[in-house]
Structures are given as structure tokens and as C-alpha cells.
């Protein structure tokens, strides 16, 4: 039994480590998301809140008023005072501070974080005026939801796309089909459309079932959320196609597709905003099709935005989901040499 067992486990280690390209990425990935995590959470204690201070410059003087010396509170530059009010009212500001007359600030009465942190204000300026939040005050969890589907949204194109199509390659499947007129183009185009279809129907029944359970803000077209779901889902399925277009093995489509999924969980504010964080973190962070999926669909859902409002996004989707079928197609291949 052990002689039978130590051959099967002597064979599996020998395909493992004949597979250069699988060696190498289980052992650049951890150290790529090291490094990655080292350049986006280090540099220290990391702030709990997230606090906008309207000012004419750039730097903020901490020593102007006493609230500025409190720690864990990232304090950071705002110009446009309605453009940051609003970010107030949209959980992507815990606080809005204005020293620069009268002291006053803005807070969401519906925000946990932003409830603790203008407890911390009230406890160095009791005199302090506090503002109304312009318009209605949105609930974290009008946030959140767009988010928490999107992410199961990214998780079904790029995962129920990949897995698929590097076992047909290894089973032969792909290999008889290259001996039939089907071209790369079709075979692609097929398996977006079915994982495009399969998404947007599971994404209706959450969302329907989220409404019935929660409730949430949805201000505007049920038709233009529709048509932002299925730009942004068609987007990471290419993407997800275009990836694994010549894989052969598990392991590296899995460690591939892992090193797009966390980024995307982590940087396209599936759970919090990057509002304060550093401006080269927020460019690369609006790179990913998730960024902009949930930009769109929460302008859409909370503001009430109109097509011309979200084109940007949407353009982008349009274009990334075009470009990475091309791409897929163009470098598909069929079978295992």
C-alpha cells in the first residue's frame, strides 16, 4: 500500500515540477502579493478614519486647530466643498471639517465610523457647528450592496470562464474542435455570451432578493444599472478569456486569476473607499473594469445619474471587454503541444 501510495505521490510531484511555468508562478506569486501588500498598507499604523479638511492649499497646518493632532485620522486637502459634501452623504468621507472662519463640519448621522470620529471632534471643540449633509444621508449599505454584488459578479466572469475552457485544452476537447470550421473568435464569443447570460441572471435574483430583504437607494434607470451590469460583466469575462487563451494548467490559471481577483476586491471599493489614499494608488485602481462597474452603478443607484453622467465608465467597459476578446482570440490556442 505505502509503495503504491509513494508512487502516485512521486508521479504528481514530477508533473508538478515539469511544469515550468506553474513552478515559477507559485513562487513569484506569494512574493508578488507581498510586496503588493507592503506598497498599498505599509508605511506604519494605518488610520482608522478619514477626514477632508476644506483648505486653499495643499498642506494642512495640524497645529491650526487641536482635532488635527488627534492619531489614527487621516486628514487630507479638499478644494470643492460640494463635491466633498457629497462624498460625506456617500460614506467615502468619514468627516468634512472647515477651519478656515467659523469652524463647522459635516457628518453622516447614518455613518458608524463617522459617528465615533465627530465624537472625537465634539471632545477638543465642544463650540464646533455642525452642518446639514446636502440632500438625503445614504446608508452605508446603499454603499455597500452595489459593491458585494459586483464582487460576485468578478468572481462568476473570471473564475466560471477560466476553469472551463483550461479543461477543455487539457482534456482534448478543444483539439477536436480546432478540426471543425469553428474558429477561435466563435468558440470565445460563445463562451462569453453563455457566462454573460449566467451572470446577469444570477445578479437579477440577488438584487431582487436584496430589495425584498434590506431595501435600498436605487434613484435611477433599472434599465441603465442593466446596461452597466452587462458592460462590466462582458469586460472580465474577456479579460478572463484573453488570461487563460493558452493556459494548459490549473494551477497557474488559478494563481493568474488570483493575482486579478485581489487587487480588484481590495483596491476597486467593493468595501471601502480610496479616497484618501495616495493618488497613484487611486490611477491604478481605476485600471481594473470592477473600478468603473461600481462607480457607474453606484452614480446610477445613489444619484440618480444619467447616461451622459456615467459615458466615461461605460466607454471604458466598452472598450477593455472589445479589446481583450480581440486579444484572446488572436493568441487562443487549441491544443496542448
Known amino acids: 500500500m505505502m509503495r503504491r501510495l509513494f508512487a ?8 508538478f515540477l515539469r511544469d515550468r511555468t506553474t513552478v515559477i508562478w507559485n513562487f513569484l506569486f506569494p512574493v508578488v502579493v507581498v510586496v503588493g501588500m507592503g506598497l498599498v498598507f505599509g508605511g506604519g499604523a494605518r488610520p482608522l ?5 476644506l483648505h486653499a492649499g495643499t498642506d494642512i497646518d495640524l497645529k491650526s486647530h487641536p482635532f488635527l493632532a488627534t492619531r489614527y485620522v487621516k486628514y487630507f486637502t479638499v478644494t470643492d466643498e460640494a463635491a466633498a459634501i457629497r462624498k460625506v452623504a456617500r460614506h467615502q468621507i468619514d468627516l468634512l471639517i472647515d477651519l478656515r472662519s467659523t ?3 459635516w457628518v ?3 455613518s458608524p465610523k463617522g459617528y465615533i470620529v465627530e465624537r472625537l471632534l465634539k471632545e477638543t471643540d465642544p463650540a464646533i457647528v455642525r452642518q446639514a449633509v446636502t440632500g438625503d444621508a445614504v446608508r452605508y449599505i446603499d454603499w455597500l450592496l452595489p459593491g458585494v454584488i459586483g464582487m460576485n459578479m468578478m468572481f462568476n466572469c473570471l473564475f466560471g470562464v477560466g476553469y472551463v475552457v483550461v479543461r477543455y485544452r487539457k482534456s ?11 474558429k477561435a473568435i466563435e468558440f470565445i464569443g460563445a463562451q462569453v455570451l453563455s457566462r454573460l447570460v449566467l451572470t446577469l441572471l444570477v445578479t437579477l435574483v440577488i438584487y431582487l432578493l436584496a430589495s425584498g430583504l434590506v431595501g435600498f437607494h436605487m434613484r435611477g434607470s433599472h434599465l441603465l444599472l442593466a446596461c452597466v451590469a452587462a ?7 474577456a479579460l478572463s478569456m484573453f488570461v487563460v487563451a493558452r493556459f494548459t494548467s490549473d494551477e497557474l490559471a488559478a494563481g493568474v486569476l488570483n493575482a486579478l481577483t485581489w487587487p480588484m476586491m481590495m483596491l476597486s ?7 484618501a489614499a495616495p493618488h497613484w494608488l487611486q490611477l491604478v485602481a481605476k485600471v481594473f473594469p470592477l473600478t468603473q462597474m461600481l462607480d457607474a452603478a453606484r452614480s446610477i443607484m445613489i444619484d440618480g445619474a444619467g447616461p451622459a453622467d456615467i459615458a466615461l465608465p461605460v466607454g471604458y467597459l466598452a472598450l477593455t471587454g472589445l479589446t481583450f476578446l480581440v486579444l484572446g482570440a488572436w493568441s487562443f490556442k487549441w491544443r496542448i503541444d
Do not use: H, Q, W
Not at 8 to 15: D, K, P, Q, S, T
Not at 172 to 182: Q, W
Not at 231 to 237: E, N, R
Not at 269 to 275: D, I
Open 8 to 15: 502516485v505521490f512521486y508521479a504528481r510531484n514530477l508533473e
Open 49 to 53: 478614519f478619514e477626514v477632508g479638511v
Open 103 to 105: 469652524p463647522r463640519y
Open 108 to 110: 453622516n448621522s447614518d
Open 172 to 182: 482534448g476537447y478543444l483539439k477536436r474542435l480546432s478540426a471543425t470550421p469553428l
Open 231 to 237: 458592460l462590466g460583466a462582458f469586460s472580465m469575462i
Open 269 to 275: 471599493g467593493v468595501f471601502f473607499s480610496l479616497e
